[in-house]
T-cell receptor, first 110, second 110 residues
Framework: SQTIHQWPATLVQPVGSPLSLECTVE??????LYWYRQAAGRGLQLLFY??????ISSEVPQNLSASRPQDRQFILSSKKLLLSDSGFYLC?????????FGSGTRLTVV | TQLLEQSPQFLSIQEGENLTVYCNSS?????LQWYRQEPGEGPVLLVT?????EVKKLKRLTFQFGDARKDSSLHITAAQPGDTGLYLC??????????FGSGTKLNVKP
């Protein structure tokens, strides 16, 4: 199984509050893991990817950070949320030439 | 900057009609994937194409990768309401990085 677990499914947070989204994966060890953000009904923007524990590559300068404290755990964080951080956040792993995605977290910053 | 452009952005057709969705880029990709996404869920991988000129069929869906590996198309024959969703293409541009197109939202009316 290459299942990806994301939580929470939905989140409403005030501007300026911190954020922590967690993603855990099952299956083969040392997976390549990714965080994407999706605007409503549109394409996905790559935020971060990780090829191993403690290894994070950032694609877009922004208000977010990522960490990989364990092989199968990938965390997306922010110290102070902005309105523009609202969106649908998806965790993914590389598998069979493409991605397997989690079910996503809908974040609304108010 | 969008590496991959999809067209059309929106498509509303009657059940039984045929349709084609396009994914174009000025960049060469080592592989290209097509995904289908339903509201509130993560995208699901449909197919991966690797070789220029490659054609793959998945029941009523036909996928083609351009000879120069810069573009791709998805053709659906005799569309059904169950085909409704957001169709996304994604190109592998650099190792470990996939960039997504802006998506085509398909609505098949019964």
């Amino acid at each position: 199984s290459q299942t990806i677990h994301q939580w929470p499914a939905t989140l409403v947070q005030p501007v300026g509050s911190p954020l922590s989204l967690e993603c855990t994966v099952e299956g083969t060890s040392n997976p390549n893991l990714y965080w994407y953000r999706q605007a409503a009904g549109r394409g996905l923007q790559l935020l971060f990817y990780s090829v191993g524990i403690g290894q994070i590559s950032s694609e877009v300068p922004q208000n977010l950070s990522a960490s990989r404290p364990q092989d199968r755990q990938f965390i997306l964080s922010s110290k102070k949320l902005l309105l523009s951080d609202s969106g649908f956040y998806l965790c993914a792993r590389r598998f069979l030439g493409g991605y397997t995605f989690g079910s996503g977290t809908r974040l609304t910053v108010v | 900057t969008q590496l991959l452009e999809q067209s059309p952005q929106f498509l509303s057709i009657q059940e039984g009609e045929n349709l084609t969705v396009y994914c174009n880029s000025s960049s060469v990709f080592s592989s290209l994937q097509w995904y289908r996404q339903e509201p509130g869920e993560g995208p699901v991988l449909l197919v991966t194409v690797v070789t220029g000129g490659e054609v793959k069929k998945l029941k009523r869906l036909t996928f083609q990768f351009g000879d120069a590996r810069k573009d791709s198309s998805l053709h659906i024959t005799a569309a059904q309401p169950g085909d409704t969703g957001l169709y996304l293409c994604a190109g592998e541009y650099n190792f470990n990085k996939f960039y997504f197109g802006s998506g085509t939202k398909l609505n098949v009316k019964p």
